[in-house]
Protein backbone atom coordinates (compact mmCIF):
# COMPACT_ATOMS: atom_id res chain seq x y z
CA UNK A 1 0.00 0.00 0.00
CA UNK A 2 1.82 2.82 -0.91
CA UNK A 3 -0.59 5.47 -0.39
CA UNK A 4 -0.38 4.39 3.78
CA UNK A 5 2.53 6.58 5.20
CA UNK A 6 0.95 9.96 3.47
CA UNK A 7 -2.80 8.53 4.51
CA UNK A 8 -1.59 7.76 8.01
CA UNK A 9 0.38 11.56 8.25
CA UNK A 10 -2.69 13.26 6.94
CA UNK A 11 -5.22 11.40 9.90
CA UNK A 12 -2.50 12.45 12.33
CA UNK A 13 -2.60 15.80 11.15
CA UNK A 14 -6.56 15.59 11.31
CA UNK A 15 -6.08 14.47 15.11
CA UNK A 16 -3.70 16.68 16.11
CA UNK A 17 -5.57 20.25 14.22
CA UNK A 18 -8.74 18.82 16.05
CA UNK A 19 -7.38 18.88 19.49
CA UNK A 20 -5.38 22.17 19.03
CA UNK A 21 -8.38 23.92 17.86
CA UNK A 22 -10.49 22.86 20.50
CA UNK A 23 -7.78 24.21 23.11
CA UNK A 24 -8.35 27.30 20.80
CA UNK A 25 -11.85 27.61 20.73
CA UNK A 26 -13.74 25.57 23.37
CA UNK A 27 -13.32 28.53 25.96
CA UNK A 28 -14.77 30.57 23.56
CA UNK A 29 -18.39 28.12 23.39
CA UNK A 30 -17.07 25.98 20.00
CA UNK A 31 -16.46 22.69 20.92
CA UNK A 32 -14.23 20.61 18.07
CA UNK A 33 -14.21 17.05 17.42
CA UNK A 34 -13.87 15.07 14.45
CA UNK A 35 -15.12 11.77 13.25
CA UNK A 36 -12.40 9.29 11.77
CA UNK A 37 -14.17 7.26 9.20
CA UNK A 38 -13.72 3.43 8.40
CA UNK A 39 -15.08 1.62 4.88
CA UNK A 40 -18.61 2.81 4.57
CA UNK A 41 -21.07 1.25 1.75
CA UNK A 42 -21.53 4.17 -0.15
CA UNK A 43 -21.66 4.76 -3.82
CA UNK A 44 -17.95 6.24 -4.28
CA UNK A 45 -16.17 3.29 -2.23
CA UNK A 46 -18.23 0.47 -4.13
CA UNK A 47 -17.66 2.11 -7.42
CA UNK A 48 -13.67 2.52 -6.92
CA UNK A 49 -13.86 -1.20 -5.67
CA UNK A 50 -15.41 -2.71 -8.56
CA UNK A 51 -12.72 -0.59 -10.98
CA UNK A 52 -10.16 -2.50 -8.68
CA UNK A 53 -12.35 -5.59 -8.79
CA UNK A 54 -11.64 -5.31 -5.20
CA UNK A 55 -15.28 -7.34 -3.32
CA UNK A 56 -17.01 -5.26 -0.82
CA UNK A 57 -17.23 -7.80 1.82
CA UNK A 58 -13.81 -8.93 1.81
CA UNK A 59 -12.96 -5.39 2.83
CA UNK A 60 -15.73 -5.28 5.66
CA UNK A 61 -13.98 -8.57 6.84
CA UNK A 62 -11.23 -6.49 7.47
CA UNK A 63 -12.22 -4.99 10.92
CA UNK A 64 -13.19 -6.41 14.08
CA UNK A 65 -16.96 -5.87 13.08
CA UNK A 66 -16.46 -8.23 10.18
CA UNK A 67 -18.69 -5.82 7.62
CA UNK A 68 -18.71 -2.48 5.91
CA UNK A 69 -20.24 0.26 7.98
CA UNK A 70 -23.69 2.13 6.88
CA UNK A 71 -23.51 5.51 5.97
CA UNK A 72 -26.56 5.91 8.78
CA UNK A 73 -24.35 4.52 11.26
CA UNK A 74 -21.49 7.00 10.72
CA UNK A 75 -24.67 9.66 11.05
CA UNK A 76 -25.20 8.80 14.34
CA UNK A 77 -21.80 9.53 15.49
CA UNK A 78 -22.69 13.39 14.03
CA UNK A 79 -25.81 13.38 15.68
CA UNK A 80 -23.86 12.72 19.07
CA UNK A 81 -21.39 15.91 18.44
CA UNK A 82 -24.71 18.20 17.14
CA UNK A 83 -26.66 17.66 20.40
CA UNK A 84 -26.41 18.51 23.57
CA UNK A 85 -25.47 14.40 24.90
CA UNK A 86 -21.93 15.59 23.67
CA UNK A 87 -21.57 19.40 25.87
CA UNK A 88 -18.54 18.28 27.72
CA UNK A 89 -17.00 16.89 24.62
CA UNK A 90 -14.05 18.82 22.82
CA UNK A 91 -11.16 18.03 21.34
CA UNK A 92 -12.41 14.43 20.48
CA UNK A 93 -11.98 12.09 17.46
CA UNK A 94 -14.83 9.57 17.73
CA UNK A 95 -13.13 6.14 15.61
CA UNK A 96 -16.30 5.04 13.14
CA UNK A 97 -14.86 2.08 11.73
CA UNK A 98 -15.95 -1.01 13.00
CA UNK A 99 -13.15 -1.98 15.06
CA UNK A 100 -9.39 -2.69 15.14
CA UNK A 101 -8.92 -5.10 12.64
CA UNK A 102 -6.07 -8.28 12.81
CA UNK A 103 -3.39 -5.71 12.11
CA UNK A 104 -4.52 -3.87 15.56
CA UNK A 105 -5.87 -0.46 13.63
Not at 40 to 66: C, F, I, K, M
Amino acid sequence: MPQAAPYGAAKAAVNNLTASMASAWTSRGVRVNAIAVGAVRAASLLDDLARHDVDPESLGATNASGRLGEPEEIGYGVLFFASDASSFCSGQTLYMHGGPGPAGV
